[in-house]
Structures are given as structure tokens and as C-alpha cells.
């Protein structure tokens, strides 16, 4: 079992930044990936981007390449989404998950809002 806590949410101008954190605690295998994912109002959840926990390979939506970073401390068991640029399309409520590489997500945090203003 694996558990996910987000934090770094918050409001912010456009054109300014914030950085997102998922702690995980439990068992995290070295075949897992860590994703970002994102649900604004009213629309449905979107994938934002993914690392793997072992070798830190990144893949990004194309809506975030180029703005948003996402990086990992194994030693802490916590991966961050670095997000620059942020646009108020970014707004929504940001997910952390993880699961085995190329099979699905079926752990998730709770999520954390981030609102960004124009």
C-alpha cells in the first residue's frame, strides 16, 4: 500500500510559479512511476506528467512541456512539480500518483488547488 500527501498549492499571479510536493510513504517499488495530474473545474482529470522512480525519465502533456518540471528525492520519497510560466488554464486541483511503469496509477493523494490568476 502506498500512501500520497500533496502540498505547495496556493494562489499566484500568471506569469509567476509554484512548486507541488508528494510525499509517499508505504512500499514503493523501483519499477513505479510517479504522475502529476490535474482536474480544473467542471472539466474531467488530465495528465500533466510522470517520472520514474528509479531512473527518472520524464515525460510531459504537451500543454505543460516547457513550463513544468518534474524531479524526485528517492532518498526523501518525494517527487515535486516544478511549475513556471503558469497560466490561469493552469488552475485546478493537482494529483499525485503512482503505480508499476505502464500499467495505471492505482494509488492517488488527496490533491491540493492551485489558482492562478490573470
Known amino acids: 500500500q502506498v500512501q500520497l500527501v500533496e502540498s505547495g498549492g496556493g494562489l499566484v499571479q500568471a506569469g509567476g510559479s509554484l512548486r507541488l510536493s508528494c510525499a509517499a510513504s508505504g512500499r514503493i517499488f523501483s519499477d513505479y512511476a510517479m504522475g502529476w495530474f490535474r482536474q480544473a473545474p467542471g472539466k474531467e482529470r488530465e495528465f500533466v506528467g510522470r517520472?520514474?522512480?528509479?531512473?527518472?525519465?520524464?515525460y510531459y502533456a504537451d500543454s505543460v512541456k516547457g513550463r513544468f518540471t518534474i524531479s524526485r528525492d528517492n532518498a526523501k520519497n518525494t517527487v515535486f512539480l516544478q511549475m513556471n510560466r503558469l497560466k490561469p488554464t493552469d488552475t485546478g486541483v493537482y494529483y499525485c500518483?503512482?503505480?508499476?511503469?505502464?500499467?495505471?496509477?492505482?494509488?492517488w493523494g488527496q490533491g491540493t488547488q492551485v489558482t492562478v490568476s490573470s
Open positions: 500518483a503512482a503505480g508499476p511503469y505502464g500499467t495505471g496509477y492505482p494509488y
Open positions: 517520472i520514474t522512480w528509479s531512473g527518472g525519465s520524464t
